[in-house]
């Protein structure tokens, strides 16, 4: 507090409000800004700032100069009217139909709800031709996660995600028993091959962890507020992974027949990979990249068309399950004749 400055006694409403007001009319306020005008801590500002997002308006917060600084998405509980014009209404169908991979989420139907909205506010004529367009890509998923158990618990997410509250998951790890209890700083979600994993600091597992969404089995959202590192960059965390394993990077050389290099070739499979074409037609692809388990996968899902160069320990891994392959199925098909004998 500035000397000569007289005392301010605001009870916990007029601070509110003087922090609304404050917060409409300057912008960018750090906690040291807010705590000075309302003559309190730091702490109780931190609490102030819950209640408010509480009474509805929407506070963001973003990183200036080294500093922290708050701001209301706009100046209202509600978001102003915004305008579109028909090729932006026609790209938001084409990316409605794109989200197929949210089904059985919360997020799925409040897209429903906003264009139900967007609907309810356009001519007629306008309705109608949106409503084709939305049938203009048709997506195809497989293996779609089923998000219905675990729904509940991602609307707790949800509002953690949007006001930085830290959370204590409840969390069914693959071929476990019971859930294990994590207590997390969610910081985004990532979205890999049709699944949604949260992205979070697990603060009693030391580090960063991934979870997925349709194993969560209990959510508590506190009311502890963290701060995202300044200068964090989701994508960084992942590194040299070739999906979602960051363990020990290697250089990968593939080569692959000319029956499919045309879809190799056509796309991106890591930032920085060579392609090279020889005089068969064959393409031969090199990256850096992490991830035994997943480069195994994509090797694999190209059978016979695609040969491992490099490194020696990938091309030996896909052997033994080329291998081990063959072994199950000839043991399947001797008991089978043999079965067959029998009833001969």
């Not at 830290?166 to 890999?192: C, I, Q, W």
Request: proline content about 4%; hydrophobic content about 35%.
């Amino acid at each position: 507090m500035q000397k000569g400055k007289p005392a301010k006694k605001y009870s916990q409403a007029g601070r509110l409000h003087s922090i609304i007001r404050l917060l409409e009319a300057r912008r960018n306020m750090t906690l040291d800004d807010l705590a000075e005008e309302c003559d309190v801590d730091r702490r109780t500002i931190h609490r102030d700032l819950n209640a408010v997002q509480e009474a509805g308006y929407t506070l963001t917060s973003e990183w200036q100069e080294g500093k922290k600084v708050y701001s209301f998405l706009s100046k209202t509980r509600n978001i102003p009217p915004i305008t579109f014009t028909l090729n932006q209404l026609m790209s938001l169908y084409l990316l409605r139909s794109l989200g197929v991979h949210l089904a059985g989420t919360p997020f799925q139907a409040e897209i429903d709800e906003l264009f139900r909205t967007i609907t309810s506010v356009l001519p007629d004529r306008y309705a109608a031709h949106l409503e084709r367009i939305a049938r203009v890509s048709l997506p195809l998923l497989h293996g779609a996660r089923d998000y219905s158990s675990a729904s509940v618990f991602i609307e707790g997410l949800q509002r953690a995600l949007l006001h930085q509250y830290r959370v204590r998951l409840e969390y069914a790890k693959k071929g476990k028993g019971n859930p294990e209890s994590y207590e997390v700083d969610p910081y985004t979600l990532v979205f890999h091959k049709g699944g949604i994993y949260l992205l979070g600091l697990a603060h009693n597992r030391t580090g960063m962890r991934l979870f997925a969404l349709e194993r969560i089995r209990g959510i508590e959202v506190t009311r502890q507020r963290f701060e995202i590192p300044e200068g964090f960059q989701p994508e960084a965390h992942f590194g040299n992974a070739f999906g979602l394993v960051t363990d020990t990077p290697m250089n990968v050389r593939v080569r692959f027949s000319p029956e499919v290099a045309h879809t190799v070739k056509d796309r991106v499979w890591r930032p920085g990979q060579q392609l090279k074409t020889d005089s068969e037609g064959r393409v031969t692809i090199e990256f850096l990249a992490a991830g035994e388990m997943e480069l195994v996968s994509w090797i694999l899902s190209y059978g016979m068309h695609a040969e491992v160069l490099d490194p020696p320990e990938l091309r030996q891994e896909v052997k033994r399950q080329v291998r081990e392959m063959r072994q199950f199925y000839r043991s399947k098909d001797k008991k089978a004749e043999k079965a067959g004998k029998h009833h001969i």
